[in-house]
């Protein structure tokens, strides 16, 4: 049996990806880190960047120990000089930078939104968006020559009103704005740019959460349960393959049904 056999769906196409270098912020954990094993597998060359030092080089080793191609970076998309370094590193690798995956991210605290301080706002806007926009500012460039995908995570905050969840939601419908606006400026270089809202996933984020802060959200998804990282990196690889070669400005809802309405 391989490595990769527990995959869900129908598991990774080794070579789909062969050789091209992807950059996946927020890969050393949740979606970000499956995302990472997912594009490898598919045959990339991953670069696992993170403000997590130690868990990107704990994730590039298992990509490593997997057969596949990763290298740990360190990066807070908070900062951009540290965003330019680590697509600048990125960009010099053979072939070229040609996928990026935006997953980095954080929830903030669970407030009403007139509860919530403006610093707690801020914290979150700042990573959850314009982490975004830094982020896709260096690789856009950086693709302009070769042509790519940008993949950013968004949410289905970014579709529905979440109590206590102000600052995400308006950073996540942030997201989708960068995005439809960038698939727009940058089609004319070979450049697609899209994005996923994916619901309930089991990741460190949502089991940091208070019990039973997600009970009543589960309830309403018809399919019952959380979804796994790895059906959210199955969703990306496709997207970032030249299999979705017409897909640009678009989001991507993989959220066991909770939208449908
Ligand atoms: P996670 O907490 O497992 O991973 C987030 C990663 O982002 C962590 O490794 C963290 O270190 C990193 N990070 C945080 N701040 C950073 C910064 N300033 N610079 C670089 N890295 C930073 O969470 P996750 O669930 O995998 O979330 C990934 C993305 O998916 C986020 O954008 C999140 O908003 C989004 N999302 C998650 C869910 C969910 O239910 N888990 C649902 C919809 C969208």
């Known amino acids: 049996m391989s490595a990769h056999a527990q995959m869900p769906g129908d598991g990774p196409h080794p070579g789909r990806l062969r050789d091209r270098v992807a950059l996946v912020t927020g890969g050393a954990s949740g979606i970000g880190a499956s995302c990472a094993r997912r594009l490898a597998a598919d045959g990339a060359v991953v670069v696992v960047a993170d403000l997590d030092e130690d868990g990107a080089t704990r994730v590039a080793r298992q990509i490593t120990a997997a057969g ?6 360190r990066v807070d998309v908070t900062d951009p000089d540290s965003v330019t370094g680590v697509v600048t590193e990125a960009a ?10 935006n997953s980095a991210g954080v929830n903030g605290p669970l ?3 007139a509860e ?5 706002f801020d914290t979150v806007m ?7 926009f830094h982020a896709m500012r260096c690789q856009l460039p950086a693709m302009a020559d070769t042509g790519g995908v940008v993949v950013n995570v968004a949410s289905i905050a970014a579709h529905s009103g979440f109590r206590g969840h102000a600052a995400y939601a308006a950073a996540k419908q942030g997201v989708l704005a960068l995005t439809r606006t960038a698939a727009r400026e940058y089609a004319g270089h070979g450049i697609r740019v899209v994005s996923v809202s994916p619901g309930i996933v089991d990741t460190p984020m949502v089991t940091s959460l208070p019990p039973g802060a997600t009970d009543g959200l589960l ?3 018809p399919l019952r349960r959380t979804a ?3 059906e959210v990196a199955a969703l990306i690889a496709f997207l970032v393959s030249d299999d979705a070669s017409y897909m640009t400005g678009s989001d991507h809802v993989v959220d066991g049904g909770y939208l449908a309405k």
């Not at 596949?68 to 970076?73: G, K």
């Not at 010099?92 to 995956?101: E, F, H, M, P, Q």
């Not at 700042?126 to 975004?132: F, I, T």
């Open 68 to 73: 596949d191609t990763a290298l740990p970076r």
């Open 92 to 101: 010099a690798l053979r072939g070229g930078l040609r996928i990026a995956v």
């Open 111 to 113: 407030s009403p939104l």
């Open 116 to 120: 919530l301080p403006p610093a707690d």
């Open 126 to 132: 700042r990573v959850n968006l314009y982490g975004v």
């Open 219 to 221: 309830t309403a998804v």
């Open 228 to 230: 796994r990282p790895a």
